[in-house]
C-alpha cells in the first residue's frame, strides 16, 4: 500500500477540520469540525499503525472514537444548555469568561 | 583535679607569690552555698508571686543572712590557710565546652573575692532589713525582696566566676536587678525612663566587656583568669592595650565613670535601699573589682593604666563638683559616689602600689555611703519622702539616731582624723602624689571638695533652721532601720582597722602584687596633714556659706554658671545628647529614608512592573473561543515546526 495516499487525506481533512472551526461561528458546525479533525488524526493513526504493523495505533484509534463519542455527550449538552438560555449558539456570543 | 599552672603576678612585675589555687574541699566543699541561697530565695520569691506577700521579705533576709553566715566560716577558714593555700577554686560543673575553648563553671574563692563576698552579703543583708521597715508599705514588698536577693546572686556570680565569660554573666545579672529595681515604681514615669537610661548606658559598657573577652579568646583561646594571667607577658602590646581599654570601657560603665557617668544620678529613681545597695556599696563598684582582678593585663600596658588614673581624676572632681549643687539629697550622695568611685579607679590605675588601697577605699566607702543612704532614707521617711535639702533643717533633734549614725558616715567621707575614710582616702592621695603631681593634687583638691559638698549636706539636713512643709512631723525611724544605721554608722567608724599592720595589702598581696615602694616628696606625716588642713578648709567654706544666716526654702535661681553647669549634671546629658544622641537620630531618619525610597522603592518598583504588565497580557484572554483555538493552532505549528527543525538540522 501507498501510506502516501491516506497520510495526504488525512492532512487535507484536518485542514478542512481546522479552518472550519477557526472561521465557523455556529458552535454545531465547529462541534461537526472538531469531529472532522480527530478522525483525521484516527486515519493517520491506523495508517501508520498498518505501515509499521504494530497495533497500538490502531489501539489509539479506538480511544480516540470512545472520547470523541464522550465528548460529543457533554459537548451538546453545554450548547444545548447555551442555546436554551441565549437563544443563539454563536460561539461568539459566550464570550463573557474573560479578563 | 588537672594542675593549673596560675602566674597570677608576672615574674618582672616584682616576684611575689605564684599561688595557685586548690581545689575546694572540707569546708570549703560549701562554697557554693553562698550562691545557692539567695538564688534560692530569688526563685521561690518570683515564683510565688503575690503569695509571698505576707512573709517574703523575711525569707529574702534570712536567705542573704545565711549567706553571709556561709561567707564568714570561708573567710575565716581562708584566713587559717598558709599564704600559698589561699586561693580556693571549686569546679561546678562546664558551662561550654566549643572545640579548644572551654568555659568551666567554677567559683574562685581568693583573698579579693573573700573580701567582696563579705561585703556583698553583709552590707546587702542590713540592707535586706532595713527595707523590711523602708518598704513595709509597698503592695508589691515581695516582688521587691525578689530582686534585691536576684541582685546578691548575679554579684556574687560576678566576683566568684573565675572565667571572664562568667564574670560576664554576672556583670549583665547585676544590670538586669539595677534596671528591675531602678524601675521599681515603674508608675512613675521618671523611674520608668531612669531604669532605661541605666539599662542603655550600662549597654555601652558592656560592648567593652564583650570585646574585651573576644580579644582574650582570639588571642588566647581562652578566658579563664588562670590562662589569661599565663599568656599575658606574651601578647603584643597593642593587644595589651586594647584589652586594657576595653576593659576601662566597661569599668566604666558599671562605675559611672566619666564619660558614662550620666546614668546614675538618675538611678536614684529607686527605692532607697537600691541606692544604698547597688548604687553606693557594691554594683558600681564591680568596675574598680575588674580592674583590679584584671591587674595582670594592665601591667602589661602603661597607655592603658594612664587611661584609667586619668578617668579616675577626671570623675573624682566631676562627681564632686555635682554633688556641691544638688539640693535633693539622694542626688547629693549620688554624685558623692561617683567621685568617690573615681578615687577607687585612680588607685587602681596607680598599680601595684595603689590597688590593695582600691579595694580597702572601695570596702571603707562600702559602709558609710551604704550608711548614709540609708540614712537619707531614714530622713525621706520621716519627710513624707521629701527628697529636697531645702525642705529639712534642724532634723538632729527630731531624729537622733539618723542624725548620729549620718554623722558618723560624714566625718568618715570627709577624712576625719580616726574615722575610716580617713586612713582609705589618706593612702589614696599619698600614692597619687607618688605617681605625679597632677594625680596628687587632683585627689587633694577633690578631698577638700568632698569636704564642702558633705559638710552642705550635713548643715542642709540636719542643723541649720527648720524649712519643713507644713503637714511634716519628722519622727525617728523604727528599730529595723535603726539597727542597720547603727551597725554600718560603727562600721563607718572603726573601718579604719583593716590596715592596721598593713593588713589589707598583705592580705591581698597574693592578688595583686606587692605593694612596691613609692617615694614622696614629703614624709607621710606632713602630706597627712596637708590632707587635713585642706579638708578642714572645704568645712569651714560650706560653714560660712549654709551654716549661718537663713537658707532659702527653694532653690536661688541668680546663681553663678559655675552653680548652673553643676545643678545640669555639668551638661553630661546635653553632651550626650548633642553628640551621640541628635546625630545618631540624623543617621536613623537618613536609614529610614533610604530604606522607605530606595529599598522599598525598588521592591514595590518591581511590584508594579509585574503587575503593570500582566494588566497588558491580560488583555489576550478576549473570551473568544475561536481566537484560542488559532492560539493553540499557532502553538502547535510552532512545536512541530521547532521539532523538525530540531530533527533535520
Known sequence: ???????????????????????????????????????????????FAKQTGDLSGQVAAFFVMVVAAAEVVVGLAIIMSIFRTRRSASVDDASLLKY | MTPLISPWL?????GGVPVLPVEAAGTFWWLWLIIALPALGATLLL????????????????????????????????????????????QLWTWLDVGDYTVDMSLLFDPLSAVFVLLITGVGTLIHIYSIGYMAHDERRGRFFAYLNLFVVAMLVLVLADD??????????????????IGFWAHKQSAAVAAKKAFVVNRVGDVGMSLAVMTMVATFSTSSFVGVSAGMPEASSGTSTALGLLLLLAACGKSAQVPLQSWLLDAMEGPTPVSALIHAATMVTAGVYLIVRSNYVYAETPVAQVAVMAVGLVTLLFGAVIGCAKDDIKKALAGSTMSQIGYMTLAAGIGPAGYAFAIFHLLTHGFFKANMFLGAGSVMHAMDDDVDMRHYGALSRAMPITFLTFAAGYLAIIG????????????????????????????????????????????????????????VHPHESPSVMTVPLVVLGAL???????????????????????????????????????????????????????????????????????????????????????????????????????????IDGVVNGVAALVGGSSGQVRRAQTGFVRSYALTMLGGALVAVLATLAVTLA
Not at chain 1, 19 to 32: E, T
Open chain 2, 47 to 90: 515564683l510565688g508571686g503575690r503569695l509571698t506577700n505576707p512573709w517574703g521579705h523575711l525569707l529574702g533576709t534570712a536567705m542573704s543572712a545565711g549567706s553571709f553566715g556561709v561567707a564568714l566560716v570561708m573567710f575565716v577558714a581562708l584566713l587559717g590557710r598558709s599564704e600559698e593555700e589561699r586561693q580556693v577554686r571549686q
Open chain 2, 10 to 14: 608576672p615574674a618582672e612585675a616584682g
Open chain 2, 416 to 471: 576625719f582624723p580616726g574615722f575610716a575614710g580617713f586612713w582609705s582616702k589618706d593612702k589614696i592621695i599619698e600614692a597619687a602624689f607618688a605617681e605625679g603631681w597632677v594625680f596628687g593634687v587632683g585627689a587633694l583638691l577633690g578631698a577638700g571638695v568632698t569636704a564642702f559638698y558633705m559638710t552642705r549636706v550635713m548643715l542642709m539636713t540636719f542643723i541649720s533652721k527648720k524649712r519643713w512643709r507644713s503637714g
Open chain 2, 164 to 181: 571572664y565569660l562568667a564574670v560576664f554573666l554576672g556583670w549583665e545579672g547585676v544590670g538586669l536587678a539595677s534596671y528591675l529595681l
Open chain 1, 1 to 47: 500500500m501507498n501510506p502516501g495516499a491516506y497520510i495526504t487525506l488525512s492532512a487535507l481533512l484536518f485542514s478542512i477540520g481546522a479552518v472550519g472551526v477557526l472561521v465557523r461561528r455556529n458552535a454545531i458546525v465547529v462541534f461537526m469540525s472538531v469531529e472532522l479533525m480527530l478522525n483525521a488524526c484516527n486515519l493517520a493513526l491506523v495508517t
Open chain 2, 492 to 598: 563607718s567608724a572603726v573601718g579604719g582597722v583593716l590596715l592596721l599592720g598593713g593588713w589589707i595589702t598583705g592580705w591581698l598581696e597574693p592578688v595583686t602584687g606587692p605593694e612596691g615602694e613609692h617615694e614622696l616628696f614629703v614624709s607621710p606625716f606632713i602630706l597627712t596633714s596637708l590632707v587635713t588642713l585642706v579638708v578642714l578648709a572645704g568645712v569651714v567654706v560650706a560653714w560660712l556659706v549654709f551654716g549661718r544666716g537663713e537658707l532659702a526654702g527653694t532653690a536661688p535661681q541668680r546663681v553663678s554658671w559655675v552653680t548652673r553647669a553643676a545643678r545640669n549634671d555639668l551638661y553630661g546629658d546635653a553632651f550626650n545628647e548633642a553628640v551621640f544622641m541628635r546625630p545618631g537620630q540624623h543617621l536613623v531618619r537618613g536609614l529610614v529614608y533610604l530604606d522607605d525610597t530606595i
